[in-house]
């Protein structure tokens, strides 16, 4: 990870599916992490097949979320995050 989370922005999450701009995530991850961003990722697991986990985990320093169960008790805390900071009512 470029950026330790005392320095980051905040965090970014980004949540890929299948679909072929899933391709596109490392260059988002690298442009992210040069703004500042703490940055996670988050798949489905059809989304995996479309991602290169190993080069993700690498950059980002944590695992891929992509266990069914995990994906949807991650999408809760994200959404409960974004309540928090005022964005959802």
């Not at 899933?22 to 988050?42: F, G, H």
């Amino acid at each position: 990870m470029s950026e330790t989370a005392s320095n980051a922005r905040g965090a970014l999450y980004i949540i890929s599916c299948a679909a072929s701009s899933a391709t596109l995530v490392p260059n988002l991850v690298r442009q992210a992490q040069t703004a500042s961003w703490e940055v996670c990722v988050i798949t489905t697991p059809q989304g995996t097949k479309f991602i290169d986990s190993p080069l993700l985990e690498r950059l980002m320093g944590y695992v891929i979320y992509q266990d069914k169960n995990t994906v949807s008790q991650k999408m809760c805390h994200v959404a409960k995050r974004i309540q928090r900071m005022g964005f959802l009512s």
